[in-house]
């Protein structure tokens, strides 16, 4: 599978380029799988949170970009509907859209759903994701973001061997003083990233494409 872990979505044209890059094709030509569930988990957001997610009003609007086709995959309802139905709608997208919201939420339904399961055979779909969406896909989220009161611990997918503190200077409480703190807590490799700035990872590659600032945590923690 190949990522593009954004902080706050499609925000400019070098993040927009890395997308089409990733993808191989352009974007008129891809078909899209927008997935939500991230939202319902995160404890401040209300019911226009997923409209907004879904009609391209929010998170860099890269639901409003101009895909050949554009669906939605809720992880809340594949457990019911039996994955002989939805296991091939996800092996035909080009792309995965994935919200932010509740980073052990969304976690918790890419297991129980069975969709992390089957990442590793999505070589070539590209997951897009947007805070939560992305942290979703590294070891550790660190407590201060877990919000979820079912949440056991911080845990992640892990598919990715860093970790990330989104939205960077974005909200007061997320200065790099903050992240640095919770880098300490952490340990290993993490980025801070803000809003114009994102991570691309293609085979062993890793790359940050960024018209914004980010910064490099190298944790000391054992």
């Not at 499609?10 to 569930?37: E, F, H, M, R, W």
Request: proline share 5%.
């Amino acid at each position: 599978m190949k990522l593009l872990l954004t902080s706050g979505g499609i925000t400019n044209p070098t993040i927009s380029q890395a997308l089409v890059d990733l993808l191989g094709k352009p974007i008129s030509d891809s078909i899209a799988l927008c997935v939500p569930t991230a939202q319902w988990g995160y404890p401040r957001h209300q019911p226009v949170s997923v409209p907004d997610f879904l009609h391209g009003r929010a998170w860099g609007c890269m639901t409003s970009l101009e895909w050949k086709s554009l669906g939605v995959l809720e992880l809340t309802a594949l457990t019911t509907i039996g994955a002989e139905r939805w296991v091939p709608w996800v092996r035909e997208a080009d792309a995965l859209l994935v919200a932010g919201g509740e980073a052990t939420y969304l976690c918790h339904w890419m297991r129980e759903s069975g969709l992390a399961d089957l990442l590793p055979s999505l070589v070539d779909t590209v997951w897009v994701g947007v805070s939560a969406g992305s942290m979703v896909m590294t070891p550790r989220i660190g407590s201060t973001f877990v919000e979820w009161p079912s949440a056991t611990d911080d845990r992640m997918l892990g598919v990715v061997d860093f970790s990330i503190f989104p939205h960077l200077d974005v909200f007061p409480e997320n200065s790099l003083a903050e992240a640095e703190q919770w880098s300490a807590g952490i340990g290993g490799k993490a980025y801070a990233l803000d809003d114009q700035s994102a991570i691309t990872v293609n085979g062993g590659t890793v790359e940050v494409v960024s018209e914004g600032h980010w910064t490099l945590l190298e944790s000391r923690a054992q």
